[in-house]
């Protein structure tokens, strides 16, 4: 993950970057590839889901951070891709009628519409459990027996009903209704930022970081994972809807609470920088190493899509 000098280079292009979702893609290929035991149906749909278009976020935080912190990412690889099974998992069950009723993903035809509405809850289920299955069988080997257990709780918290199940039932039940701006940003921070914040933890953890770096890299998550939710709001205002893959204005036009339809563009915006300001500040710890996560938080200020 060494990373380049070349600080106008956008991330997406950055070698380092590269190299590391080539590896998570290469492992994830690797334990979704045709097995006698699965369904061949099943199995085309996992990979339907976990190889559409994306940037990799989540598993490159948890490797970005694990180096940070003084580890290999290496080690880190079985946890960062089980961060990504589990948000896949997510997507496709938020995608369905009976959430969000989604037909397109990232410009795409979602997993329900290709395979089916009972497949693709199938595969959510699949993909949720397979990530617990990579982390019980592939951690210890690399991390030793407590690390894989203080792995395995920080994704069920960050995946579970005080996390992102939380936050998605509280997102459903706020449709069409007035909320406050503290409400919004308690479902924000369950249903986006609650699985950045453990892969920020996961990675610190797998590195056997002290508390300080430990508590440094927790701050860094919450603050990304709330900024990047509230650049998400407002890229649904003012975003590239062809590179996005969907239309402006869907939240808005289902009645979903947002930061911009709460507190408007401009307080959204200022509110993001200063979360983006925070996740940095949290980084002082790490100096030099920590120019990754750096750049990951510069990249989703940035971001039009």
């Known amino acids: 993950m060494k990373q380049p000098r070349d600080s106008a280079q956008p991330l997406t292009e950055r070698l380092w970057y590269k190299r590391t979702v080539a590896a998570v893609d290469e492992y994830l290929r690797e334990r979704l590839a045709a097995d006698h035991g699965v369904p ?3 199995a085309e749909a996992m990979r ?12 490159v935080l948890v490797m970005a951070a694990c180096e940070a912190a003084g580890g290999d990412p290496r080690t880190a690889l079985p946890a960062a891709a089980a961060v990504e099974l589990i948000h896949t998992y997510s997507l496709v069950h938020d995608d369905l009628p ?9 410009g795409r035809p979602t997993v329900h519409v290709v395979y089916g509405e009972a497949t ?11 990530a617990f299955d990579l982390v019980a069988g592939q951690l210890p080997a690399l991390c030793g027996a407590q690390t894989t257990v203080d792995v395995t709780a920080e994704l069920a918290q960050a995946a579970g009903w005080r996390g992102l199940i939380a936050g998605q039932v509280e997102d459903l039940a706020a449709e069409g ?5 503290p409400a919004l940003e308690r479902i924000h921070r369950a249903k986006t930022g609650a699985l950045f914040t453990a892969c920020a933890r996961i990675g610190g953890i797998i590195a056997q970081a002290d508390p300080q770096k430990l508590g440094a890299l927790t701050t860094y998550g919450e603050a990304f994972g709330l900024a990047f939710q509230i ?6 205002e003012v975003g590239d809807a062809a590179r996005m893959g969907r239309p402006r204005g869907r939240d808005r036009d289902r009645g979903k609470a947002t930061f911009t339809s709460i507190h408007g563009l401009a307080a959204a915006r ?10 940095l500040g949290a980084l002082s710890p790490f100096g030099a190493a920590g120019r990754a996560l750096a750049e990951l938080v510069h990249f989703v200020a940035a971001r039009d899509h």
Do not use: C, H, N, W
Not at 98 to 106: E, G, I, N
Not at 177 to 181: E, L, N, S, T, Y
């Open 40 to 42: 061949a149906s099943l």
């Open 48 to 59: 339907y889901a976990v190889f559409g278009p994306g940037k990799r976020m989540r598993p």
């Open 98 to 106: 009976a959430m969000d009723d989604d037909d397109l993903r990232r």
């Open 120 to 130: 693709a809850i199938l595969v959510g289920d699949a993909l949720l459990t397979l």
């Open 177 to 181: 209704r007035q909320i406050d701006g």
């Open 231 to 236: 650049i998400d709001d407002v890229l649904d």
């Open 270 to 279: 200022e509110r993001a920088a200063a979360l983006v300001d925070q996740a």
